[in-house]
């Protein structure tokens, strides 16, 4: 599809997101960057494009912007011309957004008992990501790192030799599963072609790759279609390619995933 | 509708869950009831079905049952009949079997915009059932309470203080956008009648109510639409006013919702 045929048929997507860090937006950025479909990524785009973030997601008053009820904190999605009486839509929430976007980039099954699964891998996922975070601050989300440490330590040693084995072996058998039943060929998670479930397991990955790149590598080992069969061929899925070598792709830093040696395996 | 009449029009819904507690499988019992549809709550009413549920939902095979793929963790939805080939479909993930109810149960609204709305109300107070169980379990969900007290007094001071304050303000202004814009009359968050966002934050709030009851006295005056007006009247939707009296309603004990005095407002 020509760039100027999309820009015709897709509406002007708006991702709402903190500027600079992937986080819980890269989730959204992936399903653009993967179907090649056009999006602003506001903060990072746009001059004081991150007032225009704040003033809809991370106000206190009754309205998120056009209409729309609040939003309780970024990431967010405004879509020109989508809600009532033509005004813009302004929706939040990952997995809604998400769900949203599938349906409109060709990100879902067509089927629907093939997209509930899709879904529940795809929360499953992101269930994972919030325990991540929680690795680095176990404690209060807006305490410092250096301030809860000692936790920090007790509660990435139990993520990394409990809690990551559990979600591994899930998606791995998932993996099987769909090989064995739909065709994936090991490279997607539901049926025979990319579902917004795979960019959320890979992008969960990737971070942890970032995150603990000793436990990784250990569990490559155990987890071989998932974290190298898998994880490799999701990086050549349609946009994605070129997207993960350009300067759109932000680098982690103090976001979700962070580097702590320490938290690391020893 | 009659009770025949019910049976008739619905399948025969089976909730995969743990015995015993309210849990994250009650968000799906509130749907059922609420609407007055049956369903079987598989580990609560079968002989062995505890085994049930175990061997579906917490098996390390590549299916969970019924040619579906495996299943995480519960709770999960068991529908006879509705998956491929006439086989039972077999979802998992709370906010995905609660979407799926709500369609078939009357419990999401008509309109495309307010039923992403009622998503992400949906999605924002799952996230805070999990901050709340963490503020008994904040460093490793297999450890016991008394082996992580200390990290827990911090962590649930911070979710007392901060955190609660952030969701309340922020259903509270959904109340008032809607009863301004939709006419849900401090009743329901999104339109004119009840949908599935009003009983999952309602079972948070009815939750809090039990773990932190000074807290929650406190924060009554402050949030008072949500934690009085909306909270008691959901109470009487449907189903519920019977339900919460039966036995059926489960009570709280070790689940997600704890009491530990140390733990409320001192």
Tied chains: 1, 2.
């Excluded at 809809?56 to 999605?77: E, G, Q, R």
């Excluded at 067509?110 to 992101?126: C, K, N």
């Excluded at 072609?193 to 942890?208: K, P, S, Y």
Aim: aromatic share 12%.
């Amino acid at each position: 599809m020509s760039d100027a045929k999309k820009l015709r048929t897709h509406p002007q997507y708006e991702l709402l997101y903190h500027p600079s860090i992937p986080g819980r937006g890269e989730f959204i950025r992936l399903c653009f960057e993967a179907t090649g479909v056009p999006y602003t990524d506001v903060a990072n785009e746009k001059p004081s494009g991150y007032d225009t973030v704040q003033s809809i997601c991370m106000n206190t008053s009754l309205t998120s912007a056009d209409s729309n009820p609040p939003v309780f904190a970024p990431p967010a999605l405004r879509v020109p011309g989508a809600g009532a009486d033509g005004k813009a839509l302004v929706i939040a929430q990952t997995p809604s957004i998400l769900m949203y976007l599938s349906e409109r980039l060709g990100l879902a099954p067509d089927d629907e008992a093939a997209t509930y699964h899709v879904y529940q891998l795809a929360f499953t996922a992101l269930d994972l990501n919030n325990e991540v975070h929680d690795t680095h601050h176990p404690l209060a989300v807006a305490k410092y790192y250096e301030d809860q440490k000692d936790a920090a330590l007790v509660k990435a040693t139990d993520v990394r030799e409990n809690r990551l084995p559990k979600f591994f072996s899930y998606f791995e058998r998932t993996l099987r599963f769909n090989e064995e039943n739909g065709g994936g060929e090991g490279k997607y998670l539901v049926g025979g072609r990319l579902t917004f479930a795979d960019l959320v397991v890979w992008q969960v990955i990737d971070g942890l790759y970032f995150s603990f790149p000793k436990e990784m590598e250990a569990r490559k080992k155990e987890y071989g279609k998932l974290l190298d069969g898998f994880y490799e061929s999701v990086k050549q899925e349609g946009g994605l390619k070129e997207y993960l070598k350009s300067e759109r792709r932000l680098p982690y830093s103090q976001g979700v995933f962070r580097y702590y040696p320490e938290l690391d395996r020893q």
